[in-house]
Structure formats: structure tokens, C-alpha cells
């Protein structure tokens, strides 16, 4: 079993900055990769970066590329998203997502946290 806790979430205007933590407890599964991902209201859960934990391959959505960055820090077991240039349409409740087996942009992983609402204001 494992346990993800989403930090970092809040509200902020458009152009402006945020970084969300993920931190993963109760490891008895080996980690292959952890992801984020976000809901809007109203809308499916969608992928928004992912990260190889024993490598440095990392996966972004086509409309965060460039504006967020994924990272991880191996010996704390925690994954980061830097957040940039955020715009109303990145409002959402983000996710974080474990796989002891997958690497993708589809949300098979394993393991989910509760979330962490992040809201952007025009």
C-alpha cells in the first residue's frame, strides 16, 4: 500500500507562479514512476507530467510544456511540479499518481493521492 499527500495548492492570478510537493509513504512496492495529473469541474481527469523514478525520461501534456516542470527528489521520495505562467484554464484539483510498473500518459497508475486544488484568476 502506498500513501500519496498533495501539498502546495492555492489560489493565484495569471502569469503567476506555483509549486505543488507530492510526498509517498507506506512504500512496499518498488516505484517506477510518478505522475500528475487534474481535474476541472465538469471535466475528465487529465495527464500533465509524468517521471521516471530510476531514470530522467519525463512525459508533459502538449499544453503545459514549456510552462511546468516535473522533478523528484529520489531519497525523500517526493515529486514536485513547478508551475509558470499559470492561466484560468490550468484551474483544477491536481493529482499525484504512483506506479511500482508503468511510464505513461494514460492514468494507469496504481496509486493516487487526495489532491490539491489550485485556482488561477483572470
Known amino acids: 500500500q502506498v500513501e500519496l499527500v498533495e501539498s502546495g495548492g492555492r489560489l493565484v492570478q495569471a502569469g503567476g507562479s506555483l509549486r505543488l510537493s507530492c510526498g509517498a509513504s507506506g512504500r512496499s512496492l518498488s516505484t517506477y514512476a510518478m505522475a500528475w495529473f487534474r481535474q476541472a469541474p465538469g471535466k475528465e481527469r487529465e495527464f500533465v507530467a509524468a517521471?521516471?523514478?530510476?531514470?530522467?525520461?519525463?512525459y508533459y501534456a502538449a499544453d503545459v510544456k514549456g510552462r511546468f516542470t516535473i522533478s523528484k527528489d529520489n531519497a525523500k521520495y517526493m515529486i514536485y511540479l513547478e508551475m509558470n505562467s499559470l492561466k484560468p484554464e490550468d484551474t483544477a484539483v491536481y493529482y499525484c499518481a504512483f506506479s511500482s510498473w508503468y511510464l505513461g500518459v494514460t492514468p494507469e497508475y496504481d496509486y493516487w493521492g487526495r489532491g490539491t486544488q489550485v485556482t488561477v484568476s483572470s
Open positions: 517521471i521516471a523514478w530510476h531514470e530522467t525520461t519525463t
